[in-house]
C-alpha cells in the first residue's frame, strides 16, 4: 500500500527548512511520498522548495500560481498524489508531518474502509473551549457525531476522495472531508497528535477575535449548506 501526504504551504519560506527536515522521517520509509503545495506564496517559498527539494527523494512540489483557498490548495495536491492512501496536514509545524506515520497501522488493518484524523493535545484551553463548541454546534446541525473537526493529520482511501464532488475552497475542507467521511459509512479512528507552537510567522485566520468571528461565519455557512445536502 503506497501513501501520500499534502502539505499546502502559503507563505511558509521560513518554515520550509525545518519541515523537509521532519519530512525526511516519512520518507525514510520507501511506501511514502510527500507532494508540498506552493499554495500562491507571496513570499520566496518557491525559490527555497527550488534549492531544497533536490536533497529529499520522493518529496515535490506543485505550484498554485493565484491562492484560491486553503482547500483549494489541498485538493490540487491531492490530485498530484499517486499513493492508495492520501491526505494532509499543515505546513506550520504546529503537528508533526511525521505523525502521518501514525495512519499506516490502522489503515493496514481496515483496508483502506476507514477515515482517520488526529486527535490533538498540548492546546491552550480557550483553543480547546472553541473546539467543544463547534463539535456540538456541528453533530447538533449535521446529525451526526463530530468532534475536533480540524484536527490533523487526516487521511482516506483514494476510492474515498474519487468519490467527492464540488469540495470548498476555504477552511470549511475539513468540514466536508469528515461530514462526507462519516456519511458513507467510514469508520472513524484518532490517532494522538501533539499540538505545539508556530515555529515562524502567524495563523492566517487565527490572527485575532475579528479572524475568529470571520471563520465561525463562514463556518456557519458552509454548515448550513451541507444540512440543506441530508
Known sequence: MKYSLVIPCFNEAKSIPKLLERCAVVLENNDWEIVLVDNGSTDNTQEVLARLLSK???CRSIRVNVNQGYGHGIVAGLNATTGDVIGWTHADLQT??????LVMPVFEKNSGKTFVKGRRYGRPFADVIFTIGMSIFETILLRKFMWDINAQPTFFSRKFFGELENPPS????DLYFYFMAIRS????????VRFGERSFGVSHWNLDFKSKVKFIIRTLAYSF??????
Do not use: E, N
Open 56 to 58: 529529499y527523494p520522493r
Open 96 to 101: 508533526d508531518p511525521a505523525d502521518a506515520l
Open 170 to 173: 476555504d477552511f470549511s475542507l
Open 185 to 192: 459509512g467510514l469508520s472513524i479512528s484518532r490517532v494522538p
Open 225 to 230: 449548506k451541507l444540512r440543506g445536502s441530508i
